[in-house]
Nanobody, 126 residues
Framework: QVQLMESGGGSVQAGESLTLSCAAS????????MAWFRQAPGKEREGLAL????????VYDDSVKGRFTISRDNAKKTVYLQMNSLNTEDTGMYYC???????????????????WGQGTEVTVSS
């Protein structure tokens, strides 16, 4: 089974930027929708962004629209999340996930995603 590994998290000040990466162990991901989720302390995991297998379609949750950009490089088996204008509400664990079923997985519901990375932590201070 494909494995996903996130990286790029860290501690930043409000207004700064970070880019997260999600590297896959196999080429399998190039045929699947991929998504980024966030879980803030004490809260449920929430979907942030989705990208189609070829990268031509992207969808964002309203909370990050205009600030975050999801992209992918299938040759590198990697999905990215560029995060700009970070604020304290963006603090949390960030996970990438692979969708292995049919149809468009929007809205993003964690239970519909079959494979997850271990997460990377983002802390935004004011």
């Amino acid at each position: 089974q494909v494995q996903l590994m996130e990286s790029g998290g860290g501690s930043v000040q409000a207004g700064e930027s970070l880019t997260l990466s999600c590297a896959a162990s196999e080429d399998t991901i190039i045929s699947h929708y991929m998504a980024w989720f966030r879980q803030a302390p004490g809260k449920e995991r929430e979907g942030l962004a989705l990208i189609s297998p070829g990268g031509s379609v992207t969808v964002y949750d309203d909370s990050v629209k205009g600030r975050f950009t999801i992209s992918r490089d299938n040759a590198k088996k990697t999905v990215y999340l560029q995060m700009n204008s970070l604020n304290t509400e963006d603090t949390g664990m960030y996970y990438c996930a692979l969708y292995s079923s049919g149809g468009l997985p929007w809205p993003l519901e964690p239970r519909r995603f079959s494979t997850w990375g271990q997460g990377t932590e983002v802390t935004v201070s004011s």
